[in-house]
């Protein structure tokens, strides 16, 4: 097996970087056809997330025993949401049942790949423009999180949302599926700060709505004050 030097895999990662980046463009470019196709969506995301394990965690500058623990998670975010999809098909309880498990599996991976996107970001030696591609895909994969929080929400406790606000899909009888592109939609205007009008009185949907711009404009700030407090130490 070939090793590779720092700079050849600095160089596959910042590739990496581009195509997460890519992925997660066609997953938002795609929203319109996930209401005909609705099952893409659920494709899309096993795309980014193996594009992830494969084309940057590979060539992190974080090596040690957690790199394992976060491929298996990552694999887990997979199988999840395939047994999930498929749990749907079966029955809308059985759904239900797995849609914890689901969302617990997903925000735990999307949470500890923001985790080392901020901690590898913040010590690539400069900044160029597949680095800044890198802090990008790390801020929309936040929005992406979002709409599977959103759609857990839905499927558990729909009374949170405004149905005559939501554009459903064509694919009625699923219930994982019936807002699905709308619910994503929402999240990206949510973290824009734009804000929506999905949500009722209900304080579910609320609570859930304001957790994402907040984690959002986190991200940015702790970003920019580690990369900040780097460059104060390389000028002093």
């Not at 974080?62 to 079966?90: D, H, M, Q, V």
């Not at 406790?157 to 699905?180: C, G, N, W």
């Not at 209900?202 to 709505?209: F, H, K, P, Q, S």
């Amino acid at each position: 097996m070939k090793v590779l030097t720092d700079l050849e895999r600095m160089r596959l990662r910042h590739l990496g970087y581009t195509r997460v980046l890519i992925v997660e463009i066609l997953l938002i470019s795609f929203l319109p056809i996930y209401i005909f196709i609705p099952w893409l969506l659920s494709l899309t995301l096993v795309l980014l997330c193996l594009v992830t394990l494969v084309f940057v965690s590979r060539f992190s500058l974080l090596r040690g025993p957690e790199n394992k623990i976060y491929y298996w998670l990552g694999c887990s975010a997979i199988f999840t949401e395939l047994t999930w999809r498929l749990a749907f098909l079966i029955g809308d309880p059985l759904g239900r049942l797995l849609s914890p498990i689901h969302l617990i599996t997903w925000l735990c991976f999307i949470g500890i790949t923001e985790y080392r996107m901020v901690r590898v970001l913040s010590r690539e030696p400069s900044a160029t423009t597949r680095v800044v591609m890198g802090a990008v895909a790390g801020y929309l994969l936040i929005g992406i999180g979002g709409g599977i929080l959103l759609n857990a929400v839905w499927v558990l406790h729909p009374q949170a949302f405004d149905l005559i606000a939501m554009e459903p899909t064509i694919d009625k009888t699923v219930l994982s599926y019936r807002f699905a592109p709308a619910l994503m939609a929402s999240s990206f205007a949510m973290l824009s700060t734009l804000g929506t009008n999905i949500f009722t009185a209900d304080l579910t949907g609320r609570v859930a709505g304001v957790t994402i711009p907040i984690v959002g404009q986190l991200y940015i700030v702790i970003l920019i004050g580690l990369i900040l407090g780097r460059y104060n130490q390389r000028s002093s």
